[in-house]
Nanobody
Framework: QVQLVESGGGLVQPGESLRLSCAASAITFSSYRTGWFRQSPGKQRELFAQLTRDGATNYADSVQGRFTISRDNDKNTMYLQMNSLKPEDTAVYYC?????????????WGQGTQVTVAS
């Protein structure tokens, strides 16, 4: 059974850092397009950081320069390093692994981890 298990969320003050982890079982992360989404109360879940199978990264403007997505293939784990956190970064953060062809779609999600940025 495929599982994505997140860890590392918590309460921090503005300007501080956090690192989220997402460990996968029963799939190989490097075979998927992976990413981090977040959802704040009353808002849609949004993709803000993406890591393709060949290692290319994409970031939303809101996190560009502050967040870094990475992957350790040996540990089959994806990371999100978040620096210079702001109150508007407060959300539930989800990791995702996605792959598709014309005849199938594989779309896996972590359980979510709360990140709260407040003074």
């Amino acid at each position: 059974q495929v599982q994505l298990v997140e860890s590392g969320g918590g309460l921090v003050q503005p300007g501080e850092s956090l690192r989220l982890s997402c460990a996968a079982s029963a799939i190989t992360f490097s075979s998927y397009r992976t990413g981090w989404f977040r959802q704040s109360p009353g808002k849609q879940r949004e993709l803000f950081a993406q890591l393709t199978r060949d290692g290319a990264t994409n970031y939303a403007d809101s996190v560009q320069g502050r967040f870094t997505i990475s992957r350790d293939n040996d540990k089959n784990t994806m990371y999100l390093q978040m620096n210079s956190l702001k109150p508007e970064d407060t959300a539930v953060y989800y990791c995702n692994a996605y792959s598709s062809s014309w005849s199938w779609v594989y779309d896996y999600w972590g359980q979510g981890t709360q990140v709260t940025v407040a003074s």
